[in-house]
């Protein structure tokens, strides 16, 4: 018979979901940083980079807290996400729509880590992992912010210049 599994093991296996997934996006920031054409663009993919270091140290904390090993999984889904990014780094390199597909990418990147953010934390309030709760929601805080900011790039120029392409 299957050994029962609970919401623990559920909770463990998320995490080292999103610990892949994170290391994952930090080398993958500074190539979208050198692709970007917009300094604002760029800049934004920095200051993410930065902030995604601290996020696997907040993860690092949270397997302390659990007592386990800080230790990642293949996660599938941002493998195929990150693909996707290059895929229009390499085909859209160049052209006046190339920001605005690194933005596309970059903020399916974002919904990800905020539905495992937000799963996470749920998990860990209904665990009573009060201090995990707050590390993984001050996480989400800056996922969610990232998302935001790359939407104001996108309506402030990198659209418009994607368009504006195709009519000169
Ligand atoms: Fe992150
Ligand atoms: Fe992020």
Redesign the pocket.
């Known amino acids: 018979m299957a050994k029962e599994k609970t919401l623990d093991d559920l909770f463990h296996d998320t995490l080292k979901d999103i610990y892949y997934a994170e290391r994952k996006?930090l080398k993958a920031l500074p190539k979208m940083q050198r692709a970007a054409q917009s300094e604002d663009l760029k800049a934004a993919f920095e200051k993410?980079r930065d902030e995604?270091e601290g996020q696997i140290e907040r993860l690092q904390q949270v397997f302390e807290l659990i007592g386990k090993a800080a230790r990642g999984k293949t996660c599938d889904a941002i493998e195929g996400i990150i693909a996707e990014g290059e895929e229009i780094m390499d085909e859209f390199k160049g052209t006046a729509a190339l920001d605005a597909g690194l933005i596309s990418a970059a903020q399916a990147?974002?919904h990800y880590?905020m539905t495992r953010y937000g799963t996470l934390k749920r998990w860990a309030t209904e665990l009573g992992m009060k201090d995990a709760a707050k590390l993984l929601d001050a996480t989400l805080q800056e996922?969610m912010k990232?998302d935001g900011d790359l939407t104001k790039l996108a309506d402030a120029s990198a659209n418009e210049r994607a368009k504006a392409s195709k009519a000169a």
Do not use: A, P, S
Request: hydrophobic share 25%; charged share 40%.
């Open positions: 996006i993410h995604t990147v974002e880590e996922e990232t």
